[in-house]
């Protein structure tokens, strides 16, 4: 089945520093959704995103279909947006079922 | 508009007992999913309904889970025997249809001694 993997793992920045986040998919895919996972294990929908650049405030994402990855831009990074980011995968092939990644988890300072 | 409700949001059983979680998607939904996350690992889906019929639940131990989608609204999610391997945080959510944005209920944390 489909793999999909997150760089990186782990994330340690200061507040108001900026980050990119990474997602590599093994397979085509007809959707993509990235999300945030609070410290009280809340997942909350950043983006919507099968392809082309979405903005929402500090956040922005980046989807590239035919290369198989997305990226997860965070600027000026805020202690509330520590947490573990994921994105999910919708498969081209097979069932309609949402592959997630393996997760980065972000942790901002103050 | 109100979200996607579960409950309990945390159980402690022993091993063997049986244990139900229950979540009402958000009104007008028709896809309705139950995933388990194990700790430091993602979501992985258990089954998928639309509306009352099962589209997925190829990863669902089905010897001891089960669930159910009533009227194609509420679902119950059901374990027995309960096993150590099953704690875990149990996520409901659903989406207006199958390849829409998911929206995520708060989950049930389940410990099994």
């Known amino acids: 089945g489909i793999q999909v993997e997150q760089s990186p793992p782990d994330l340690i920045l200061q507040e108001g520093a900026n980050s990119t986040l990474r997602c590599n998919f093994s397979?085509?895919?007809?959707?993509l959704q990235w999300f945030h996972q609070n410290p009280w294990g809340q997942l909350i929908n950043l983006f919507y995103?099968?392809?082309g650049t979405k903005q929402n405030g500090r956040l922005s994402a980046t989807t590239v279909a035919t290369e198989r990855y997305s990226l997860l831009y965070i600027s000026s990074s805020q202690t509330t947006d520590s947490g573990v980011y994921f994105c999910?995968?919708?498969?081209?092939?097979?069932?309609?079922?949402?592959?997630f990644g393996t997760g980065t988890r972000l942790k901002v300072l103050a | 508009e109100a979200g996607v409700a579960q409950s309990p949001r945390y159980k402690i059983i022993e091993k063997r007992q049986s244990v139900a979680f229950w979540c009402n998607p958000i009104?007008?939904?028709?896809?309705l999913y139950w995933y388990q996350q194990i700790l430091g690992q993602g979501p992985k889906l258990l089954i998928q309904?639309?509306?009352?019929?099962?589209?997925?639940d190829s990863q669902l131990p089905k010897d001891r889970f089960s669930a159910e989608r009533l009227k194609g609204v509420d679902s119950t999610l059901k374990i027995q025997p309960a096993k150590l391997e099953d704690s875990a945080v149990y996520l409901c959510?659903?989406?207006?249809?199958?390849?829409?944005?998911?929206?995520f209920g708060p989950g049930t944390r389940l410990t099994v001694l």
């Open positions: 959510a659903s989406s207006l249809v199958a390849q829409d944005t998911q929206y």
């Open positions: 397979d085509s895919v007809n959707n």
């Open positions: 995103i099968p392809s």
């Open positions: 999910a995968v919708l498969p081209t092939s097979g069932t309609y079922k949402y592959i």
């Open positions: 009104s007008g939904h028709a896809t």
């Open positions: 309904f639309q509306n009352n019929g099962v589209v997925d």
